[in-house]
């Protein structure tokens, strides 16, 4: 359907489109189930799994989801065979391994359960060994240098801990993609890891408040903000389908100065695609919960119930699979780059974080008794001391080619870390830096119980004090990360806080031994103690004025923070001493895979620019250029035809004429220059064999182009007659719908 290559056609899309809008009617979707009666209709939950399998078997699994242990051959075919004979109920014809590679997005390849036996007799077959392994050609997904050539295999592992589900009569199978060597070729695989050193580290520090507690869970709840646009209209725009973000494109008059888009009425179109997505999505399991209109016109919202952080991120990667399929049927295109239209608000995914334990207590909520109180301050002090160890890190988790656009653009956070948490609560960390050193006498212990963590649920209850600008900010009972790229799969983020902190949690642990045991402190003193100590250098991280500003800027270079403003500089995080210890630590990942990772995502960030490069050049030498041209060469007959009337009179009939020709000129003439010296750039800068060194380069000497190509571009939509513009523009990609 999307085909540019003629300029009047992307100009007829335009202008069919725009007239086809009038009086379009939405797509009707009704549902008149409630919700509660479809949720995972479509999933191969715990209570279907108990259904389907014998007591042991369905042992095997929980004890595989509880503690990660290996499910062996005899169940595997048990659990396969349910599987099937469940899938098969609902109408599936297809299994398949589902797994989120590097490539951003999820990958699947079908196979049908129908199968021919020796005697060519037809049946369906699908067994154990097919549920736990498969061994897809790994060769066309990024792999950082992993995979030799000759070594092409990888293959994708069955997590028990996802469960499957049936999407289009397919049964999908979520798995972790490894090299045949072991390494990981995915997101799953080193959040997994993460998962399980977290709750290693988390459930220790638990036994000094509750014994009971065996396991501990991160916990995510997303916001996914994204963009619609009228796939018709689009059509016309081979930049937003090609880069995923305009290119081109005038200001409109108005945008969103008038805040009058945030939480309005959502447009009849819009609101039936999100039914539909809704009415999927909970069939799928995924809780969503809320919907909105957001700041920038044509932005919207959507967000679950939070869960467990494993399946939280499946289910993101796969709501943005079903909302590009849905909005589809809608006619609509959804954008989930970060910063799809210049001068207007980006779209970013906030990441909320917390921990819960098995004995269902969120460790980010202080609870009713002083020792839970001191429990959540522990969480909440080591949560935020690792922030700030690994803040460059935390930075390079969430650095893309499109983030770059966003970050730090008075919209977003800015590309530094600093954290959240209000005046109340640094009230309370001052309160504990002036704990005494050493054992704490009886009145300081029931003060402190009393009058510092005794009122901390209080204090939590009116934490009206939310600051829109933190990058990290604490929300009375879960930490957001609001960083985050809408594009980005959140794994990429969560598995370096969920690393972070249990590298901080670990080392925590060992101080409260070590005073228990050398300094026979007992247990609270000891906590008190070890806090307080890790309390010196967080004041560095916590800011609580306007991220936005310039001041800030300089006030954290003062405190040392980074502040890395580009992809290629805040990528080298990454590969730092700090952060490599801290992946083998935790077991996140070893060194060979930080560095592929490093490379892949230096490799994505050149191959970006270098797409929206090429696109660019294309789009303005074959279709604008050209369409000024033709609007000059009407200007120039009108001034030949005034020549004709008025004779040597006619300048002053044809002043304007003659000065938009001229302009005209002069834009393409700036246009063409900016273009050859581009493609020189880039030829040279292709030569370039270090991957980092040519990303910066990318950054530094490809990037400006692009913004003094389209500064002459954009020039010429405001001159040129808008009846030949083939491009649809801001007003009409933003408000038509
Ligand atoms: P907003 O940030 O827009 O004001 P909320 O504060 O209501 O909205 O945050 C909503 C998000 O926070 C939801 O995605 C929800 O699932 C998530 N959330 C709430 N509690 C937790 C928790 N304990 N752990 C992780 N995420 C949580
Ligand atoms: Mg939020």
Redesign the pocket.
Known sequence: MFSFQNTSLMNYLRKKSLENLFGKQPKSFENDQKYSSLFASHVFTDAVLEQYVNKETYNQVAQAVNKGSKINRRYADQIAASLKAWAMSKGATHYTHWFQPLTGGTAEKHDAFFDLQSSGKPMENFEGTQLVQQEPDASSFPSGGIRNTFEARGYTAWDPTSPAFILDKTLCIPTIFVSYTGEALDYKTPLLKSIQSLDNAATEICKYFDKNVTKVNA?????QEYFLVDKSLAASRPDLIITGRTLFGHQPSKGQQLDDHYFGSIPPRVLSYMKELEHSAIQLGIPL??RHNEVAPGQFEL????EEANLSVDHNSLVMDLMRKIANKHDFIVLFHEKPFEGINGSGK?N???L?TNTGV?L??PGKTPMSNLQFLTFFINTIAAVLTHESLMRASIASASNDFRLGSSEAPPAILSVFIGKQLTAVLDNLENVSKGKLSPEEKTDLKLNVIGKIPEILLDNTDRNRTSPFAF?G??F?FRAVGSKSNCAKSITVLNAAVAQQLEKFGKEVEDLIEKKEMKKDDAIFNALRDNLKGIKNILFEGDGYSDIWIEEAKKRGLSHNQNTPDALTAYISKKSISLFEQTMVFSEREVMARYTVDLKEYIMRVQIESRTLGDIARNHIIPTAIKFQNVLIKNVKGLKEIYGNDFQKHAEVQLKIIERISGHINEINKGIVQMVETRKSLNKIEEEYEKAHAYCEKVLPFLKDIRYHCDKLELVTDDDLWPLAKYRELLFCR
């Open positions: 916990t995510l709840g997303w916001e919960k809320t967000a679950p119930v939070y906030h909320n974080w917390s819960s969120n980010l909520s929300t009972n879960k957001e």
